[in-house]
């Protein structure tokens, strides 16, 4: 097979980038034959970019789909959307809420895949997001989670809370004040669908920067619910480490108080025998 002359190569590369725009080239200024070129611009006419498919997914998703078919939609997009330039496109395109408000759809699957799209653009891009937009999202899951039977999909409003959650952010305060932690903590002994990880990660990554968060969370069995998972011998021992860090995250001393260890009070309910290394020495010694 011969190779593809340079001026022809030059040609691909310069118009790939958007193959949208292939159609208004000016070929009578390139050096060659114009026949030359037709073949490669109907080539290039037929590819459309990651970004391009994305939205055009977007649009077909809001025409009326069968359930099924609304479903393989939103597996595709959610392949796209990996990508963090085109989870860029979609952001800055504002189309954010035709996945919101599929968020409370009667078909599972359809939950589930909106719920991984807007935790994936979340992750690559929260930044773009409009504030109100932002909070119309936490709204949502906080009132979907309490209600939702599929672990599945539990499993990734986990990871959407966890992707939007942050220091500097007003949504942490809605966070709290819908009961957030108190959710998130009744999730912690889910062993299913790997929600008892995100749950303790996000409860650990909120603790970090939050105070009342941690003082909310003593109300709570979080306590517990970490000794539960130390004691159980059969856990993940990345989930223990998880467990680690954010029992360290929750014994931050707060403004004017030294709240007692809490790997004091699960030394006495465990007698010593199955702590596993909760203490503070170990926390130092192997932070991840």
């Known amino acids: 097979m011969n190779a593809l002359p340079l001026s022809l190569l030059r040609f691909c590369i310069e118009h790939s980038d958007d193959p949208s725009q292939i159609a208004n080239v000016d070929i009578s200024r390139f050096d060659r034959d114009p026949k030359d070129y037709e073949w490669l611009m109907a080539a290039l006419g037929d590819l459309e970019t990651d970004s391009t498919k994305a939205m055009r997914l977007v649009e077909k998703i809001q025409t009326g789909l069968s359930d099924n078919d609304l479903e393989a939609a939103l597996e595709a997009l959610q392949y796209l959307v990996e990508d963090i330039d085109v989870a860029n496109t979609l952001s800055k395109k504002k189309v954010l809420h035709v996945l919101v408000d599929l968020l409370p759809h009667d078909f599972t699957k359809v939950r589930y895949w909106s719920s991984w799209i807007v935790a994936s653009l979340a992750q690559n891009c929260h930044h773009l997001f409009q504030e109100q937009m932002l909070v119309d999202i936490i709204n ?149």
């Open 140 to 288: 949502h899951l906080l009132t979907l989670m309490p209600q939702e039977k599929d672990n599945q999909t539990i499993s990734k409003q986990l990871y959407a809370l966890s992707s939007m959650l942050s220091e500097d952010s007003n949504l942490n305060k809605i966070f709290l004040e819908r009961s957030g932690i108190e959710l998130v903590v009744s999730l912690m002994l889910n062993e299913e669908a790997g929600i008892n990880s995100k749950a303790v990660w996000l409860l650990s990554k909120v603790f970090g920067f939050s105070s009342e968060a941690r003082n909310i969370a003593k109300e709570t069995d979080f306590l517990k619910n970490i000794e539960t998972i130390s004691a159980n011998s059969e856990a993940p021992s990345e989930l223990k480490n998880k467990c680690k860090i954010a029992l360290s995250n929750f014994e931050k001393e707060s403004d004017n108080s030294t709240p007692e260890p809490a790997v004091t009070r699960i030394a006495v309910n465990q007698a010593g025998a199955t702590i596993l290394a909760l203490g503070p020495a170990s926390l130092n010694n192997n932070p991840n």
